[in-house]
């Protein structure tokens, strides 16, 4: 029986991202996106037979090429990276339980995961 080979997720949808504007002609080099994002040539070569990050590099490649690189596409990538500041302040023991809680409502509403009143 064929098995799949199974990918460790180590990428991020921002990496995605930086490698389908590299991809689009950005300017920018994979030299940098790799630096910038703390990886390795052979992560690359790894995520290259992901086909979960080349069909999400391809999702962002379409997505630049079809809409240009609008300002809210922007905002959705710096949301992802902002996610993880948002986690690591929620389980700050020196954040005020006021902050977490409005980081917790917010992260809520973003993921639209509020309850529906289909009443």
């Known amino acids: 029986m064929d098995t799949l080979p199974l990918y460790h997720t180590k990428w991020s949808d921002r990496l995605a991202f930086d490698v389908a504007l590299m991809l689009e002609g ?3 080099t994979l030299q940098e996106v790799v630096t910038r994002h703390k990886i390795t040539a052979q992560d690359i070569l790894d995520f290259n037979k992901d086909p979960i990050f ?3 590099v391809e999702h962002y490649q379409n ?3 079809d809409k240009g690189l609008t300002f809210k596409l ?3 990538a710096q949301a992802e990276e902002l996610l993880t ?3 690591m302040l929620i ?3 020196g954040v005020s339980p006021a ?3 409005d980081l917790i409502k917010s992260t809520v509403k973003w993921g639209g995961l509020e309850p529906k009143n289909d009443v």
């Open 26 to 28: 950005s300017g920018e």
């Open 54 to 56: 080349l069909k999400k």
């Open 63 to 65: 997505e630049v090429r």
């Open 74 to 76: 922007k905002a959705r």
């Open 85 to 87: 500041t948002s986690w």
């Open 91 to 93: 389980h700050d023991p």
């Open 99 to 101: 902050v977490k809680a």
